[in-house]
Every structure is written in structure tokens, then in C-alpha cells.
């Protein structure tokens, strides 16, 4: 059983143990212990017990087989043909409702007994691996008959995966067909995460500065697939004579790619802090500039170029168009530009982006206007969900299957020549089961892992191609749960913070004004600017006074109060 914080490499540790196996075997090793290695890899909380065991039909007394029974006699099967192993890895949570069943597997029995009466024998060739990330729920009965392996992250760091993926992706980049970057090039990168990532990672650590938690590899991890998307833009002259030229492009790349991952998960209270944080201890060490005045995410770098100007000179002007609905109607802001584009970069390189913020700032909106605008391209295609306190997961795989194409019988896919984006509202919103796991969830982990799911009724895996998921959630409490930590791990997470006065006042006078021009004489169109600037400064006041206490729960109030207003005018 191998257990610890996601990020501590408790995946490519089995799999690592599996391929060396593996390599010595195809050496003809003179050790009989070293065989190939098959694992069955599966998450047993995103199915019910009966898809994972097997069950009776209530009506018909029929039996219907499940995962776990189907993979291990399956297992069991292939040692009689061969000296290989055979893994079942059960990758998720481990709690008392389907570990039990296991206990007669773990112990010297090694029988795994159904409800059908069947008794399946396993032998010593087949190994059981659980990977958790705690101990919290399992009961004694469980962790008495397994070894225990613990891999905190602190052992592991941020140089391995950064040393790979510049190997990787950069230099050499084996696998791409035109040449990325030079040796020089892919040093210099290194020497900007050896100066500034790890004091970065502390800043993040050192407060409560989170709404959704991370960890230290998923924060390099967004860094490094920020810094990926935006080479393209960057076009790099990887002549020898533009060397010094291309490493100060590539530096400034570096720092806003650097801004929008370890930063862009802060709440905005910390956006102050982090600012005199990077223009004090990583700007003069990596010799970039930063112009002053605002913050460093009111900048952006303006490639090919290595300069940085200010968000607000690319936002575009507003044309009302009174056919739209009124809570499809996006005004162009500084913060929709800059999550926008950042979400498009991230889609780019099919990297998972998890919006975090408090209700009704806009995530859902602006996720659904730049998936819009890629789909207008021809190049995308759309899978929007919605989840609620009642979805389930076998509800949720349907709805996923439904919109994909059946490429082969064991791939599914967009349609041809498009990538799809997959946008989960709410994804903190289903109920959890007793022991705190939240099956739609495991499932979309699965998917994120694994790259697919499998079928329920034929027991066999499907690959899921081209789908890059996008995910909304508000912060905890109020009837939504915190996500678990293997999940979000995968993301880019960013925090959207509260509009300030003067983008509500331009959000919400540009559609009034708009409104009133079709048919509104001057003088009523006059009244626009009092009405909103009013409305606005009750809110904030509101605000301020008419705190929720026990009496009145209800005094909650958010963008889509103020929202209602003006539509009511």
C-alpha cells in the first residue's frame, strides 16, 4: 500500500519498479524474482460496489459480473500460462464499505470470495496495490495485512520533474519534429527555476493565501505548461549570434509564466504581497523589468518581444447587442481578457484549468465566451456539464459518452480534426458519500490519470482522446465540498478575484447605456451613469454593514444582486 500527499511520485513509483522488472527480464537476468510485469489499474469509488464486485438482479436473480472480480480471475488465468506477474493497482480512496471485502485477498487465505458463492484463488504471481493518500477511513482489520510504503513530496522536489521536462520538451526533445530550443537555451531555463522557484513555492506556503489548496509539483507543473504555450508567439531566433537577445526573451517568458502559476492560485487580499515579493526577490535576480504602477498581474509579456504593457491597453470596446440573453452579455474587462487568454493558452497545450472565486465574479461566463470563440474557428468542439448535490458518476460517464464520436471500440474522441474542451460547472457540488469521497469526481480523476473509463456492462477500458477538461467551483461551505487534493493536482488553478468598483461600474453601465440608446431619449440615457454608480455604491455598503450572523444567514449578497438590479431596469 502505498500512501501519501499527492505529488510525492507514488504512481511513477510502481510504474518505475514495473518497467525495471520488465528491462531485466528482456536482459535474461539470472534472478527468477525479476519477471514482466502486467497491472490492472482501476479507481474503485468513481463505481458502486456492485460494479466493482459483481451483483444480483433484484428482479430477474441474474448475476452481472464487476471490475475487480473480472480483472483478478482474469489475472489468475494468465499465471497458469506464464511466469509473468499480474498487478491489480486500486488507485483511490480507501474506506471500510469495499476494502472489507478484500480481506479474505489480503490475508493467507488469498481467496476473493463474491456474493454469487464464487471463490477465486490467487497465487503467488499476483500482487494487490493500493494507492491512498491517507489512512483516515481505513480500518485496523485493512492496514494490519498490508506493507506500508509512505512517499512524502518533501523527498521528491521540484528538480526531477523539471529536469525531464526540459529534456522533454525542450533540449533535446527527442520526440519533436522541428528543433525547440539549444542546449544553452535549455540551461539558461534551469538556472530560472534553480534562482527563483523554490523561494517562490515558500512565499505560497509561508500564509493561508489559497482558496483552493495546492501542491509544490502542480504549481511547477502549470509553470512549466504556461512557459510551453507561449513559445509559439515567442518565434525564437536560435541563431548562435541572438543567444543574449533570446535569453532575455525567454527570461521574461519565464516571469510571466512564473506570475500566473505560483501566483495565480492567490487570493486577491495576497496579490499585494506578492508583488513587492517578485519585484524585490525575483526580478533583479533574473534581470527582468517589470514596469511600476499596478500590480504584476495588471502585465502581460507583448510577444515576440520581451517588453511587458499593461492588461488594459487590449481590452476591447463593448457593442450591445440587445438578441443576446441578458446573462450571456460579457463586458470586456481587464480580468475577462486576462483569464481569457490564459485559459486559451492552457486549452493550447491541453493543460486542465480549474477556476477558483467566490459567486457570481464571472468564472462560468468567461470560461463559456473563450470555449465559444474557439469553437467558432472550426478547430473546437464543446462538452459543457453542470454538476449538482444529486449527480452521480455513471450519470456523469454517460453524459461524457454521449457527446463524444466512437472511433474505435475501445476509443472515443471528438469529431475529426477538432479537440474538444470539456467545461465541469460546479464541480464541488455532488454530495459526498459517508466516508468523504465524491464519486464524479474520482471519475473525472480517473479520466485525468488514466485517459479514459471503463464500460460498465462489457468490463473493458475506453480510451478518451482530444478532451482538454475546464472546471468551475466556488470556495467550500454553502453546500459545496472541498475537492480532494489528487484531483486539482492536475489543474492550472486560478483564483478570480472580486471585480473592483470601477469595472462594475463599467460592466453594468455599458449594458444599461446600450440598452437605453435603441430607444431612449437623451435625457433618459443621462440617467445611466446615476443609476449604476448608485447601485454600485449601495452594494459596497451593503457590503460592509449587513454581515451574515446566525439570525440572518441569509444576508449573503454577490455580483448577481446587483446584476438583477440593472436588469430590472
Sequence with gaps: MTVGPTGGGKTACYQALQSAMIQLREAEDENANYQRVHTYVFNPKCITMGELYGEFNALSQ?????????????????????????????????????????????????TLCLANSERIKLNSQMHM???????????????????????????????????????????????????????????????????????????????????VPTVDNQLIDSLCATFISLLPKAKLDLTPEALENTKAVISSIYVFSFVWSLGASLIESAWEAFDEFVRDMVLPVLNVNIPGGGDVHDYFVDLPQKDFRQWKEIVP?????????????LVGTVDTVRFSFLLERNLFVGKPTLFTGASGVGKSVVIADTINKLVETGDWASLPLSFSAQTSALRTQQTIEAKLEKKKKTLLGPPPGKRMAMFVDDVNMPALEEYGASPPVELLRQFLDFGGFYDRQKLYWKVITGVVPVAACGPPGGGRNSLTPRYVRHHTV????????????????????GHLNINGAPEIIALGKPIVESTVEVYFTVLRDLKPIPAKSHYTFNLRDVSKVIQGV
Design 62 to 110: 441474474e448475476w452481472t459480473d464487476g471490475i475487480a472480480s473480472s480483472m483478478i480471475r482474469t489475472a489468475v488465468q494468465l499465471t497458469g500460462q506464464s511466469k509473468d506477474y499480474q498487478w491489480v493497482v486500486f488507485d483511490g480512496p480507501v474506506d471500510a464499505l469495499w476494502i472489507e471485502n478484500m480481506n479474505t485477498v489480503l490475508d493467507d487465505n488469498m
Design 129 to 211: 496495490l493500493f494507492e491512498v493518500q491517507d489512512l483516515a477511513v481505513a480500518s485496523p482489520a485493512t492496514v494490519s495485512r498490508c506493507g506500508m510504503v509512505y512517499l512524502p513530496p518533501e523527498n521528491l522536489g521540484w528538480e526531477p520533474y523539471v529536469t525531464s521536462w526540459i529534456q522533454r520538451e525542450l533540449y533535446p526533445a527527442a520526440d519533436k519534429a522541428e528543433k525547440v530550443f539549444t542546449k544553452e537555451m535549455g540551461e539558461h531555463v534551469f538556472s530560472l527555476f534553480s534562482q527563483s522557484a523554490s523561494a517562490g513555492l515558500q512565499f505560497v506556503r509561508s500564509g493561508k493565501y489559497e482558496m
Design 317 to 329: 470596446e463593448f457593442v450591445y447587442d440587445a438578441k443576446l440573453p441578458y446573462f450571456s452579455i
Design 494 to 513: 486560478i483564483a478570480m478575484p472580486q471585480p473592483s468598483s470601477e469595472a462594475m461600474k463599467r460592466i453594468f453601465h455599458s449594458i444599461l447605456v
